[in-house]
Nanobody, 114 residues
Framework: QVQLVESGGGLVQAGGSLRLSCAASGSIFSTNAISWHRQAPGKQRELVALISSGGSTNYGVSVKGRFTISRDNAKNTVYLQMNSLKPEDTGVYYC????????WGQGTQVTVSS
């Protein structure tokens, strides 16, 4: 069973920063890629960033250079550091395990005000 719990969302002004956390169950975390996705109102869910079990990373074009994904294997946690936030970064952020995706977290709201 896939268990993922996101935290760290909130309201921030444009140009600010937030760090999201995704805590995963041990068996899932150690053997799977973990990814962050976001969904804005009225839009499709999109990939934001992915980190493989070996630590390789990939980013969506719109966040490259501003967001950083990392993993702490000792804590079974993946982080998404978001800097230089823009209003268009607003949405619900979800973490997911596996490629193809095995399961999703419940999501955390990020709101960037202009």
């Amino acid at each position: 069973q896939v268990q993922l719990v996101e935290s760290g969302g909130g309201l921030v002004q444009a140009g600010g920063s937030l760090r999201l956390s995704c805590a995963a169950s041990g068996s899932i975390f150690s053997t799977n890629a973990i990814s962050w996705h976001r969904q804005a109102p009225g839009k499709q869910r999109e990939l934001v960033a992915l980190i493989s079990s070996g630590g390789s990373t990939n980013y969506g074009v719109s966040v490259k250079g501003r967001f950083t994904i990392s993993r702490d294997n000792a804590k079974n946690t993946v982080y998404l550091q978001m800097n230089s936030l823009k209003p268009e970064d607003t949405g619900v952020y979800y973490c997911a395990a596996g490629v193809p995706i095995l399961g999703w977290g419940q999501g955390t709201q990020v709101t960037v005000s202009s």
